[in-house]
């Protein structure tokens, strides 16, 4: 067995034994929802790829369709977690109010406090949490 040979067989059981673990055990419905995110953003990014470099225009519903689409595979996986747009839309808002606390710039875009930013997101999701049982 020559090296090339020897390391696409390592590789093989590398991932073989990966399988085996079950690491890749995702619940059907949650790797639906995923693989549609990616698809349907593929499908956004086609559509503003067209628009900039072939002059293609598209109506509003075109891109109302694939952003509903996209929305679809969004609430799929928030099904998975327990979650809803809501509860995603006020948790994001709480990260980047917290990001952004005097509005959008260039610098904050870059020098992030992650742990400002997660302790925002926490709180916000125990709010809503709680907001849902009063």
């Excluded at 020897?6 to 619940?27: C, E, G, M």
């Excluded at 595979?73 to 990001?99: D, H, P, W, Y």
Aim: glycine share 6%; net charge neutral; aromatic share 8%.
């Amino acid at each position: 067995m020559n090296k090339k040979e020897n390391i696409n067989n390592q590789f093989s059981k590398s991932v073989d034994s990966l399988l085996q673990a079950k690491i890749f055990n995702l619940k059907p419905r949650l790797l639906h929802g995923v693989l549609g995110i990616a698809n349907e953003s593929g499908e956004i990014v086609e559509l503003l790829k067209r628009e900039m470099y072939y002059n293609a225009s598209f109506r509003d519903l075109k891109w109302k369709e694939e952003l509903g689409d996209l929305l679809h595979f969004i609430e799929m996986v928030c099904q998975n977690i327990g979650s809803s747009l809501e509860e995603l839309m006020f948790i994001n808002m709480a990260k980047l109010n917290t990001r952004y606390k005097n509005g959008y710039n260039n610098v904050d875009a870059i020098q992030r406090d992650k742990l400002a930013e997660l302790k925002a997101m926490e709180k916000a999701e125990l709010e809503f949490r709680q907001g849902l049982n009063n």
